[in-house]
């Protein structure tokens, strides 16, 4: 046999054997849902923690949290207020969300975000504008034509300031917290359950995928108050509660805690059962996600964390420095969410049915759903909360120096 042509057939069986070993099925080429959807969970992970942190001073009377507390609420309802924007972008038709509220199905997965989404809003719209009722009161004395007439419908037509009504609104705000805790607690672990009831995909369907969903959102968010507080008092020169950040750092290490634990739970768990697609996750967590998670997600953004964690727990450190370190740390356990979204939503569509072989995905820059629109969305709730600083004060009355 000519040698040539044997070395030739020797190299298309092996070219063969490749093919088959990394077969991706047709349909499995694209991801489909994109960037976009790891940006959705993680706004609305940004507005459960930052609501945890209001939460614990309002209903749970921790007053350490006084200093922050008005300002996560309004960090939590600019981020509502984009919750949906990434969804909208996704779809190819986003008109036709209304077809959910113009026939209504109960029984839709899908449609359950936003009848969660519609209460979530209210719940904390009202929470807003009575904790806020004694600054828009006096506003509204000041105020003429038709901002009187805006600052009333705010106030609910009551400019009664006495001991009281205080009171009274006091219990409300409280009721209201603690109705808005298990809504919020279902506006995101709404999100784990649609990616857990994937049954088609091994890497999702999973009863704890709710659960890490849920802790790694209170990771972010309280993460994200933690850096706009600090560098909000910086620029506008005023001095940072040190007992605040001590305190929201102590709730941050409890739920990063619990979020680390279940999320290499869920690994372990992969590789202790070793179902029939095991050797498809194994792969994919050793191949193509090799970087992000084990490297990026678990060693630098989860192991670095708790290690500073630690030393700010056990460790004697000076004001200032222990609001620096929280800022790194912060900054980094919010990479680290983002990340574990990554992983998930990208990560999870990366295996092809056909239990053979990978694809890839490589993010574009001016796409619709690239990354230009992702820092454009993100920039957006930092907008509205802007706007919504020039007519709700962050801080209880202040002067510089401190929070009186």
Known sequence: MNPALYEASQNLSHGASMLISNYVFPNDLHVHWSMMIVLYPYITGLVDGAFIIAALYYLFDVKSLKPIARFSLLFAFAFLC???????????????????????????????FGYIYAVSMGVLSFIVLFVYRPDLVERGKKAKGFMKLIYRALTFDSNDLSEKALALDGKIIRFLVGLGIPVAAVLHGYVGFI?????????????????????????SGISAIIIAYIIIRKMGGYSVDSDCIRTCIKTLTGFFILAFSFEMLEVFSHSYLKTGYHHMVEG?????????????????????????????????????????????????????????????????????KSARGYTVFHPEWFDKEGIVAVIIIMLIPFMILFVLGKIFPFWAEERKGGIQ
């Not at 009863?207 to 790694?216: Q, T």
């Not at 222990?322 to 999870?348: D, E, H, K, P």
């Open 82 to 112: 984009c919750a949906t924007l990434p969804l909208l972008l996704h779809l190819g038709r986003p008109e036709r969300n209304f077809n959910m509220l113009l026939t209504p199905s109960p029984s839709s997965a899908m449609a359950g």
């Open 195 to 219: 990616f857990g009831g994937v049954k088609a995909n091994p890497t999702w369907s999973t009863p704890l995928m709710p659960v890490i969903f849920l802790f790694s959102a209170c990771v």
């Open 284 to 352: 994919l967590l050793n191949g193509p996600l090799a970087s992000s998670f084990w490297l990026w997600q678990v060693k630098i953004c989860s192991v670095v964390p708790l290690i500073l964690l630690g030393c700010m727990a056990f460790i004697t450190l000076k004001d200032s420095i222990y609001t620096f370190i929280a800022g790194i740390v912060s900054c980094i356990l919010l990479l680290q969410v983002f990340i574990m979204r990554w992983n998930v939503v990208i990560g999870g569509q990366l295996m092809s």
